[in-house]
């Protein structure tokens, strides 16, 4: 009976060892992923800084407003002006006969748009 | 355990034969047996003591083992916490009003040499010139073969100046990570953001610390790892200062001015939406402060918190809107200008000794007659006008938070005189900063609060303690307005269609150092407020030692110089802050009438 005893007893350290020792490794696995995982965040949290500083330095005022006279024939650029500011009844409708269905205004779109800036703008 | 008898019946039967004391065997055999129990003991004692002595030396030694491991390695950082993700950067960004980036880290690299360890000092120096055209040749030769063992060759490096030297391959050059300051932006509010430099140095840190501006104001806060993930909102509106700053420019060049500054302030919360002073630098690559000179004429210099100016005639609403609060006058009470005025012993004059005689208070404002502001400030007195003055914020340096307000400290006179209050109220006499001018007339354009200047994101109105009533600061309001929008008015190059600017114009000789003034250098301070129906900002422009010269004669009244180029800023402005043109409100009766 003692013996058994000892022999369990021997069984239970030999197994609680071997648990110990895998836990043991699988925690310093988790770790070195974590620490992985925690490289790669801060790897790319500096690549995220890098890119917003870019991102500021590309879309500073001075090389917005040198690439707007820059590109002024293309795109037209101008200050903003008072006299830009329009109410909503201003914008004039699509001419009558565009609108005779429902299904000219939804294809006619395009169309109507460009009528009313010719219209507004001659 | 077998005992030996005390008594062994041998030696006892032998001694009685020989006739001796059986009792002294005995005794003898207890001694012995005495003897060897305390041996036992003894030796038990020691063995435990020395156990005791070994346990302590190993639990010491183990402790003393560990203390010295832990000074002497390199600190870890614990391998298994969450901490170290938060910390993204030494110092918190700095973003505008609408969260755009005005300050933030890049990660570069520092070159040092360790001499000792170079193989070709001589070949590396060549090579390190020719990457860095900048360096002294004949230096780095002499450092390379000398006895230093360790120098600084650069402090930034770009990545591909780093490349560049790695190609070099001399094992005694390396590199040392930095972290720097970038301002992506280069010039734009370079006066709000200071700059920053390196403090303490090492080979694989260095401290970054503000030198100037808000970075040095919030240096604390910015350096804090706790919020380091948070950025510092800034008041400022990044487009808007960018107009600003170019509109300022260009205004400075034509009316060839030597030093130019604008602010735009809110006039319900403080906050200053744009603040510039030309000339100005560039932050990401600061000049050191001048040894020589006038440090006004540095481009570190700025003007709008730091140039304590004489700002003329724009005073003379604080005077009229005081005199309305007493109910001394009101706006259409008539003051006869025409009369001389001596006040302790000196003649008080109208610009170019003109002669208004007799006008309405308004029109004191609209044509800016010096006898007219005096007459009311004598109404006043110097006691009330003075007290009225300081709770304006006239007589400290404002709160702004950028190191450099500390020294725009007000210049006030030391005595408080009759001759002072009428020199003030046409704003001689007293010197402020243009900041302190804005704080003043936010005042009248949010209706009668006073307001503290500040360059933080505020959420919603920060009142303080109110000064005039709401009926006092539209009646100064609309007197302002007259200014600009009658054809007589000082400022009627200021009018804007559409946005209603009301304001005044300053003209005050500069001071020569030596004392007495200039006669050809003037500061010229244009202070307006829009839209005037319900003011939302106030625009100071001041330009230093303008001239205009389009005409017969150089003009360097704020009429001017400083009056285009603020309706210009506001044309330029206003429509980027979202303000919608409109019809004004004509003119109540009340005023039309006085003007007959």
New interface residues.
């Given amino acids: 009976m003692r013996s058994l005893f000892y022999v369990f007893t021997a069984c239970a350290v030999i197994a609680l060892a071997f648990w110990a020792y895998h836990e043991n490794y699988k925690t310093q696995t988790v ?1 070195t992923e ?2 992985r995982l ?1 490289r790669e ?2 790897e790319a ?2 690549r995220l ?2 890119l ?2 870019e ?3 590309l ?4 090389r917005l ?1 040198d690439l707007a006279e820059i590109n002024f024939e293309k795109l037209g650029l101008l ?7 329009g109410n909503v009844d201003q914008v004039s409708f699509p001419r009558s006969d565009e609108n005779e269905t429902i299904f000219s205004i939804v294809n006619g779109i395009e169309v109507s748009n460009s009528g009313a800036l010719t219209e507004t703008y001659p | 355990m077998i005992r030996t008898p005390l008594r062994p019946l041998a030696r006892i039967l032998d001694a009685r034969a020989k006739g001796e004391n059986p009792d002294k065997i005995e005794r003898d055999n207890i001694r012995q047996r005495h003897e060897t129990m305390r041996d036992r003991t003894r030796i038990r004692a020691e063995g435990r003591l020395l156990m005791l002595g070994v346990m302590f030396f190993l639990g010491f030694s183990t402790i003393g083992l560990r203390m010295g491991v832990i000074a002497q390695s390199e600190p870890a950082e614990p ?2 916490s969450l901490a ?2 938060q910390i ?2 030494q110092r918190a960004d700095i973003v505008d009003r609408k969260g ?2 005005l300050a ?4 570069t690299h520092s070159l040092y040499a360790q001499p000792r360890h170079m193989i070709d000092p001589k070949g590396a120096a060549d090579k390190l010139v020719a990457i860095f055209p900048d360096l002294d040749h004949a230096r780095l030769i002499k450092d390379f073969t000398g006895d230093r063992k360790f120098l600084w060759i650069k402090k930034r490096i770009s990545p591909e100046q780093k490349q560049a030297v790695h190609d070099i391959g001399d094992p005694g050059l390396l590199f040392g990570p930095r972290e720097m300051r ?1 301002y ?3 010039r ?1 509010a370079a006066h709000v953001l200071g700059g920053a430099g390196f403090g303490r140095e090492g080979v694989h840190a260095a401290e970054v610390i503000g030198v100037a501006g808000v970075e040095k104001y919030f240096d604390d806060r910015l350096r804090d790892p706790a919020q380091g993930d948070k950025p510092l909102q800034l008041s400022i509106d ?2 808007i200062q ?2 600003i700053e ?1 509109v300022l420019y260009g205004g400075m060049r034509l009316m060839n001015a030597k030093g130019a500054a604008a602010i735009l302030m809110d006039v319900h919360t403080g906050e200053v939406i744009a603040i510039a002073s030309l000339p100005d630098f560039d932050p990401n690559d600061r000049p050191r402060p001048p040894t020589s000179g006038d440090p006004s004429d540095s481009p570190l210099f700025n003007r709008a918190v730091q140039g304590v100016y004489e700002l003329g005639s724009t005073f003379k609403i604080f005077a009229t809107a005081q005199a309305l609060e007493l109910g001394l006058v009101s706006t259409s009470s008539i003051i006869d200008t025409g009369q001389p005025l001596r006040v302790g012993g000196y003649s008080i004059n109208e610009f170019e000794r003109k002669n208004y005689g007799k006008l309405d208070v308004s029109s004191i404002i609209m044509k800016s007659s010096n006898r007219g502001t005096g007459r009311i400030a004598l109404m006043i007195g110097p006691k009330r006008q003075k007290e009225f003055l300081g709770a304006l914020g006239m007589f400290e340096a404002t709160p702004l938070e950028i190191v450099e307000a500390k020294g725009g400290k007000p210049l006030i006179p030391q005595r408080w005189t009759d001759l002072s209050a009428v020199t003030i109220s046409y704003g001689h006499g007293i010197s402020n900063t243009p900041m302190h001018l804005a704080a003043g007339y936010a005042a009248i354009a949010n209706g009668g609060y006073t307001i503290k200047p500040t360059l933080i994101k505020q959420d919603g109105p920060q009142y303080g303690p109110r000064i005039m009533r709401e009926n006092v600061a539209r009646a100064s309001r609309d007197m302002l307005r007259r200014v600009v929008s009658d054809p007589d008015g000082t400022a009627n190059f200021g009018e ?4 209603g600017v009301a304001g005044k114009t300053g003209t005050a000789d500069k001071p020569k150092p030596s004392g007495g003034y200039y006669d050809d250098k003037v500061i010229n301070t244009f202070a307006s407020m829009f839209p005037v129906d319900n003011p939302k900002y106030v625009l100071i422009v001041t330009l230093d030692e303008p001239v205009e010269t389009s005409g017969k004669k150089p003009r360097r009244t704020a009429g001017w110089t400083s009056v285009p180029v603020a309706a210009e800023i506001i ?2 402005i ?3 802050m979202g303000l ?2 409109k019809i004004e409100p004509q003119p109540t009766t009340g005023i039309t009438l006085t003007s007959n």
Avoid at chain 1, 59 to 62: A, G, I, K, L, T
Avoid at chain 2, 496 to 499: D, E, L
Wanted: glycine residues 4%; aromatic residues 6%.
């Fill in positions: 770790q974590a620490e925690q965040i801060s949290r500096a800084r890098v917003n500083a991102w500021a330095y879309n500073r005022p001075d407003r200050p903003l002006q008072p006299d830009q500011f | 391998r298994t170290g993700a993204v950067a755009r980036v933030t880290n890049l990660e970038l992506p932006n280069g734009l990044l487009t960018s107009a170019r804007v269609p559409g946005y044309q330029r206003a429509p980027l919608r043109p």
